[in-house]
């Protein structure tokens, strides 16, 4: 059974659908990483998960339960972040971390005293007093200390600096070392691409890619440098070469599909000093869907 499920879910608002027939899976222990552009449809989404609005059609389930109807039993297993965390200005930061934690119901004290550390908190101010980024800790610290079994993350790591940001990361693979499975929307892609096990692309409401990242690189164009030690020859007529730039006796190219007709073809006559070939990162896949027209 999976954690998350959604099929067919749909959202609408007056005349403007907002979510189209989403139909997607999370396993249990699973990283999913939910990218999409503002107004893609992230939130809604995600709203939709913890309880917070109403499907138009379609249906979304936790552990096997509606995410509306038994929204008071799925919050005892479920952990969530936002981007901007809304706190009681008037509480220190330990104060809002024991509320919290009284809130969900659950709390491993002696992880959340090491999260405290680890994120170098200072929990004896007042959240009023509290820069975006210590914000931010609070609701990951008291997120990570609950050790639930689904963890909802959107923007996690916004207002965190680099090094608070490595230690989320090593947060995040404690929990999945623990099979805490994680629902995780961020705009960081490197991010992604690091902790996710498969990527969801939305689009305009509507789901447009998933999968893994070599799944996703499967029909995507690798990146080839060449470097001859003379005139390079022609490309643009192999097999699979495409976007052919010559500099001097450099030439750069993307290739789709199999290497074999472009190395037949360079390594027949031609005396190659350096080749380097390099996968598409996460932020050219994402931004290669965003280049085609959108769905209709």
Request: charged residues 25%; negative net charge; contains cysteine.
């Amino acid at each position: 059974m999976a954690v998350v499920s959604c099929v067919q879910l749909t959202k609408r608002y007056g005349d403007a659908t907002v979510l189209r027939d989403l139909t997607l899976d999370v396993a249990e222990g699973e990283v999913l990483g939910f990218l999409g552009p503002n107004g893609a449809g992230k939130t809604t989404t995600i709203r939709l998960l913890l309880g917070l609005a109403r499907p138009t059609s379609g249906r979304a389930e936790l552990f096997g339960l509606d995410a509306r109807r038994d929204a008071v039993a799925i919050h005892k297993r479920v952990a969530f972040v936002p981007g901007e965390a809304a706190l009681w200005p008037n509480l220190t930061g330990q104060e809002t971390l024991h509320l919290l934690g009284e809130l969900h119901g659950s709390v491993d004290d002696a992880y959340r005293a090491q999260l405290v550390e680890r994120f170098d908190f200072d929990a004896g101010k007042k959240v009023r007093a509290y820069s975006k980024g210590n914000r931010q800790k609070i609701a990951l610290i008291a997120a990570f200390a609950t050790r639930a079994d689904l963890l909802i993350l959107d923007e996690p790591t916004s207002g965190l600096d680099p090094l608070m940001e490595q230690t989320f990361r090593e947060c995040m693979a404690e929990a999945k070392a623990r099979n805490q499975t994680v629902f995780l929307s961020s705009h960081i892609l490197s991010e992604v691409e690091a902790l996710a096990d498969r990527i969801a692309i939305l689009r305009a409401g509507e789901l447009v890619e998933t999968g893994t990242m070599d799944q996703l690189r499967i029909a995507s164009a690798t990146t080839v440098d060449i470097t001859f030690a003379s005139n390079p020859p022609s490309l643009e007529s192999v097999a699979g070469v495409s976007s052919v730039v010559v500099d001097g006796n450099r030439v750069r190219c993307q290739v789709t599909g199999p290497m074999q007709p472009l190395l037949r073809v360079i390594g027949a006559e031609h005396d190659v000093v350096n080749l380097l070939s390099r996968e598409p990162s996460l932020e050219e896949l994402f931004l290669a869907h965003y280049g085609a027209p959108a769905p209709s």
